[in-house]
């Protein structure tokens, strides 16, 4: 079938990107689904930072690839095998496929799936190949989902089912802004009531576990950026301080403010230098997560022997640590109950044809989560 996509011609074209046009919304073609794959029409999709990352090279994928891995939509069509899903369900998507059968799988680390990780750097289904193509050449998928477009084919091992009266445009930030950001608050920071925590690098992600260790409990939630917008914006969801990082006294504000650091900083930004503070934040015994993708080359530096010394830990999450058919449901409910503000992320919403200067946007740090809404 022909559908209409926004298509990444180039990686690293330079901005503005509302002028250089790297992605262009065109029409091609889609396949259709396969063993264990749902045909689903999109409904509403979120433009993230890792999207950002791979037009402006950070995070270099293959091209031409239709990008978007932030996404809800409603159930068209099943493929042979399929077991999960019916036509008429609402789906959030994620983007990790788990095949529940590898080392992490089998560990409960589904975030860390082996199949799903190679199919992902191959910019391929989770069944190998592509369903997507232009003028018989074939189109890459961005991890599995390639969301910016009207309908996208998904492997049933990306895909979570919801309820059909929660609403799809709140519902889509679950699968990445949500998952992360939250995840890394509760699963893999450990956050608890009483404990005290910095968020640094205030996106969709971070102002989502902002939201998460208000929820959480902690006593206090240290939001940390160099945006005033962004800093007021954490204090509508639940920082109890803020913190201009890049002020020269911004480490000496964060620790005279909890006695010598955070029991748990946590890092959004892809900035070594971010992480750096974040690390230095953390107090004696304390736990340092960072959950952003900064350029393969880019290395971070740290006194080594704190590791020892100061019973440091350092720790890497990636799709918030978290079991997306557990944690979504969860957060849902949050959101629900009104502990989890998520609407609060959304701060526009764009047609397909307005993406490139939605990057624009992301880009100069004006918007926290935008939202192609397919309606």
Partial sequence: MKIKAAVLEEIGRPGPYAETRPLTVQE???????????????????LCHSDLSVINGDRPRQVPMVLGHESAGIVEQVGPGVTRFAPGDHVVSVFVPSCGYCGPCQQGRPALCEPG??????????????RLSRDGQMVYHALGVACFAEKAVISQNSLVKIDKDLPLDIAALMGCAVLTGAGAVFNTGDVTPGTTTAIVGLGGVGLSAVMAAYAAGADKVIAVDILPD???AARDMGATHVIDSSQPDALDQLRDLTGGGVDAALDFTGNVHAL?????ATRRGGTTVTAGLPHPDAKLE??????????????GSYLGSGVPSRDIPRFLALHAQG??????LMTHKIRLEDINEGFDRLHAGQAIRQVIDFT
């Fill in 28 to 46: 091609i073609d889609l396949a259709p689904p396969q063993e264990g794959e749902v045909l689903v029409r999109i409904v509403a999709a979120g």
């Fill in 339 to 344: 502990r989890l503000p998520v609407d609060k």
């Fill in 230 to 232: 962004k800093l007021k």
């Fill in 276 to 280: 750096g503070f974040a690390y230095r």
């Fill in 117 to 130: 990780a190679a199919a992902n750097n191959k910019g391929e289904m989770f069944g190998g190949g592509s």
């Fill in 302 to 315: 740290l006194p080594a022997v704190t590791l020892t010394a100061e019973e440091r830990t350092l720790k």
